[in-house]
């Protein structure tokens, strides 16, 4: 069994709650607000949280943050650190 297999299981959220310690909802909640994104959907905000996942990086001490685009998606920028 591969890695991607194994982890097909959970959503990217709950994988990375449970890196960080915290409920999926609880983090979920302090991601959204910490990054300003209130408005983003859930699907955008999946999306974002894959990219934090893949590269491994850290949305809470702003290694990657989201800003809207002109057409209502979200445009994710990484830190040059």
């Known amino acids: 069994m591969n890695e991607l297999t194994i982890k097909s299981n959970t959503s990217v959220s709950e994988r990375?709650?449970?890196?960080y310690g915290s409920e999926k909802a609880r983090f979920?909640?302090?991601v959204k607000s910490t990054c300003k994104m209130e408005k983003a959907t859930?699907?955008?905000f999946e999306a974002f949280l894959?990219?934090?996942e893949k590269y491994d990086l850290?949305?809470?001490?702003?290694q990657l943050w989201a800003y809207p685009d002109r057409n209502g998606g979200i445009?994710?920028?990484v830190s040059a650190d």
Request: no cysteine.
């Open 28 to 30: 979920y909640n302090i």
């Open 75 to 77: 445009m994710t920028m």
């Open 50 to 52: 894959m990219i934090a």
């Open 42 to 44: 859930n699907e955008q």
């Open 16 to 19: 990375l709650a449970e890196k």
């Open 58 to 62: 850290n949305p809470i001490t702003k």
